[in-house]
Structures are given as structure tokens and as C-alpha cells.
């Protein structure tokens, strides 16, 4: 896997700003970083959630004023936010359910901007955590490519030729990379793929690093980390 | 929650042992109740795996056709945790049951936890019967109930294979209604967590 310049990532991992378990994990994924000799490529990966969990969408008091959701698939996604507003706010952080489904596409191409014209690490990082916090808040609309390049620019990432690029070649690349990673076999954020394995989910975390270390000893079972890595 | 033995302050451990993840959570919360000194119970919990995607209504050909390569990634990837868990058990082999022997399997650890057995006892008696034989039959069950308890020689004289699927797809039943939603899954307290990999979070909740 590479990224625009070709560079070889050894760890790359897939997430989606509209995921609430990408929302969880990618700061354990931070952590990850800080604490080995792995530099993540992040890719973006755009859920089509319509198509798994049907599709709704709500007023600011919660009504439902148009869905095709099943009961079953209601309850999914209702334990799924339950489970990770849990971890939000055990990691001091708000989240509040969507109100409707969200193209988050163009906060894709715009990560796969900040990973490009980033000076630092700690600027991509700060990057995601605004976008990614602020969305969890309602308060960041991933669906207009100006908030995203204010975005960029209060982070410290030049945000010069952004709008073009994102209607543009970075909209193909975007679009080329879905295609790509639907082929390897990823399906859902956040993904690792480390030499051609996909691991998928922030519970697989600490297999991953048994990977990365070069598979010593048992393989480590899944959790999810509830304290600090 | 006092129905059906599900008592408050244990954690209950909900499997289904056709699956290598469920044998792998057995595992996994043995080692973590021999740490943490907690009662564990392990029970079986038997439905059918929830597919949101196939109650999706019919789209677009893109649509339908982003949804078929979506499944199909899926069901590789669930192929390769697979893999992945016979590697926690250490085997190289992914065992099956024939139908009588799955259903006094899961019966058994159903009277199992009833009699108030624990998990670090349940852990090796299910890791040594998967890792014993490829197809797990009623003979080689009921001789490694027989062995964790023996005191089971006598209930199982009396076991009746439609009887006891039935009780155990009514108990899934009702657990369905508590708001599982596959196995494995855990209860403590009346919340449930699905997958093991919410010990951590368990472990804060249980201390003191």
C-alpha cells in the first residue's frame, strides 16, 4: 500500500469520520504511533452505512422523520452508539448520534490532503481530532469542502489549491482508493493492514503490535482498551 | 435479573461453541476470572447470526452491486479471524458437531452453569473436547461431561435431544429480548457486552 508519493507505509489504516468506532479508536492508534517505530498511513475509507444498516434520518429532538430501518437493525445501531459513547466518554470526549447519514467523502479526500501537505505528524493529528470531535459535537459539517478547508488552515496546514484538488484529482483518488480497498477485502473503520492483513476493528489493536513485533510468543486475544495503551 | 439463574453479581458468559470466537472467549474470561476473582458462569446462547445488509431494501445495480462486494469482503475477512482464533487455541483444526452432539453440548454447559461451575473449570473441559476430535459426537460430549462432572451421569440418562432444543432456543430467545445480539456476549448487572473484547471495561466495572 502507498500513498501518493509512493511512499511504503508499513502500517496503514482505514477509517471514516461518520464512524463512531473510528471516532474511538483513532486515538489509540495515535498512541500506537507515539510508542513504536510505526508511521500509519491513514486512508480513508467512505462506509456506504445505507447499505448494511439502512438508512434514517432524525430532527434535532431525535424524532425520526424518514427511515427504512428495520427493528432488527435499529436495535444494531442503537447498541453499536451505546457501546461507543461509552468509550467516548470514558476517553473524555461527547458523542452525540448523527442526525442523518453523512457523505463523509470529502473529509476523506481532505485527510488524504492533511497526510500529503501535513508538516508534521502532530498537524495531521490535530487535524483529525478537530474534524473528528467537532462532528461527534454537531458541530462540523464534513459535507462542505470550505469548513474543511478553514479546517486545514487552523491546524497549520496550507490549504492553498485544496477546494480544486478536492473536486478534482483528489475526488479520483478518493474514488480509485475505495475501489482498491473493497478488492483487498476491507468492509468497515477502523481497518488495519499491515503485509496484506486485515485486521479490522480497534480490538485487534494489540494484535496487531504482536504483528508488528514480529509475532513473538501467544497471539493476544482481543479488547478493547479501556485505559491508556 | 433473577430469571433463569442470571444472577447480578456473576458475569455470564453467553457462547455458542460452533464457533472458534466462543471457544476463544471461554478462554480468554477463564484467565481473566482466575485474576480478578470473579464468579463467571459460561451458558449457551444459540441464533442465528444477525445480517443487517440482507434486510437492506433492493437499490440501484450500484448500489446492489457495492453491497455484494461489501459481503463478500466480509465473509474473507471473517474467514481469516477464523484462522486467526484456531491460532489463540492453538489447533490447527476447526472441529464441528453432529447434530445430537451439539445439542447435548450446549445443554450440558447450560446444567453446568446451573450447578454453579465456573468458568476457569468450563474453559479447559471445552478447549480439551474441541482439540480431542474434528466432529464431536454425543459419545465423546457426554464422556467429557461425564468427566468435568460426574454427577451429570444421572441427568444425562434422562437427556432428550428435541426437549432439550427446545429449552435451549427458548432461553436464547429470552436473552434476545434482553438485547443480545450474538455470540459471544457477556452479562453483568443486567448490561450486555457484546464481544470479549469489553473485559478491560469489565474489569473496572467489577473492582471495587
Redesign the interface.
Known amino acids: 500500500m502507498t500513498n501518493e508519493h509512493d511512499e511504503v507505509s508499513v502500517l496503514s489504516v482505514c477509517i471514516d469520520f461518520k464512524s463512531p468506532y473510528a471516532f474511538v479508536a483513532h486515538e489509540l492508534i495515535w498512541q500506537l504511533e507515539a510508542q513504536s517505530d510505526v508511521t500509519v498511513n491513514w486512508l480513508p475509507l467512505t462506509l456506504n452505512i445505507g447499505s448494511f444498516l439502512g438508512r434514517a434520518e432524525k430532527r434535532d429532538n431525535g424524532e425520526v422523520v424518514d427511515s427504512n430501518r428495520t427493528p432488527k437493525q435499529w436495535s444494531v445501531v442503537k447498541a453499536a452508539y451505546r457501546e461507543a459513547r461509552c468509550y467516548a466518554e470514558n476517553q473524555g470526549r461527547v458523542l452525540r448520534g448523527p442526525l442523518k447519514i453523512w457523505d463523509s467523502s470529502k473529509a476523506g479526500i481532505a485527510l488524504i490532503w492533511a497526510q500529503n501537505h501535513a508538516d508534521t505528524r502532530a498537524q495531521l493529528k490535530d487535524f483529525m481530532t478537530d474534524v473528528f470531535d467537532r462532528f461527534w459535537q454537531r458541530d462540523c459539517d464534513i459535507e462542505d469542502l470550505d469548513v474543511l478547508h478553514v479546517a486545514l488552515k487552523n491546524v497549520g496546514i496550507q490549504n492553498e489549491g485544496f477546494i480544486d484538488y478536492a473536486q478534482g484529482a483528489g475526488r479520483a483518488s478518493h474514488d480509485r482508493l475505495q475501489e482498491q480497498l473493497l478488492t483487498q477485502g476491507v468492509f468497515g473503520v477502523p481497518s488495519f493492514i499491515y503485509e496484506d492483513e486485515i485486521f479490522f476493528g480497534r480490538e485487534h489493536l494489540d494484535t496487531v503490535i504482536w504483528r508488528l513485533n514480529g509475532s513473538q510468543g501467544p497471539m493476544p486475544f482481543v479488547r478493547y482498551p479501556w485505559q491508556a495503551m | 435479573m433473577a430469571d433463569y439463574g442470571f444472577d447480578a453479581l456473576s458475569v455470564h458468559v453467553l457462547v455458542n461453541l460452533h464457533d472458534p470466537e466462543s471457544v476463544?472467549g471461554i478462554?480468554?474470561v477463564a484467565e481473566w476470572a482466575a485474576d480478578q476473582d470473579q464468579i463467571v458462569r459460561v451458558w449457551p446462547f444459540l441464533r442465528e447470526p444477525?445480517n443487517?445488509?440482507a434486510?437492506?431494501?433492493k437499490?440501484t445495480p450500484d448500489?446492489e452491486a457495492?453491497?455484494a462486494?461489501?459481503g463478500l469482503?466480509?465473509r474473507?475477512?471473517k474467514d481469516?479471524?477464523r484462522q486467526?482464533n484456531l491460532?489463540?487455541l492453538?489447533l490447527n483444526h476447526l472441529w464441528s458437531f453432529t447434530a445430537a452432539g451439539a445439542v447435548l453440548a450446549h445443554w450440558g454447559l447450560l446444567r453446568l452453569a446451573e450447578h454453579g461451575v465456573s468458568a476457569t473449570i468450563v474453559s479447559p473441559f471445552i478447549l480439551g473436547m474441541v482439540a480431542s476430535n474434528k466432529v464431536l459426537d454425543s459419545v465423546c460430549v457426554q464422556a467429557a461431561l461425564t468427566a468435568v462432572m460426574p454427577a451429570l451421569a444421572s441427568e444425562i440418562r434422562g437427556f432428550d435431544q428435541s426437549v432439550a432444543k427446545a429449552e435451549l432456543a427458548e432461553r436464547s430467545l429470552w436473552l434476545s429480548d434482553q438485547?443480545v445480539?450474538s455470540a459471544p456476549s457477556m452479562l453483568y448487572q443486567g448490561e450486555?457486552f457484546?464481544?470479549?473484547?469489553?473485559?478491560?471495561?469489565l474489569?473496572?466495572l467489577c473492582r471495587p
Open positions: 476463544v478462554k480468554a444477525i443487517t445488509a434486510e437492506v431494501p437499490g448500489f457495492y453491497k462486494r461489501r469482503a466480509r474473507r475477512y481469516q479471524e486467526r491460532q489463540r492453538s438485547g445480539l450486555v457484546s464481544g470479549m473484547a469489553h473485559l478491560p471495561r474489569t473496572a
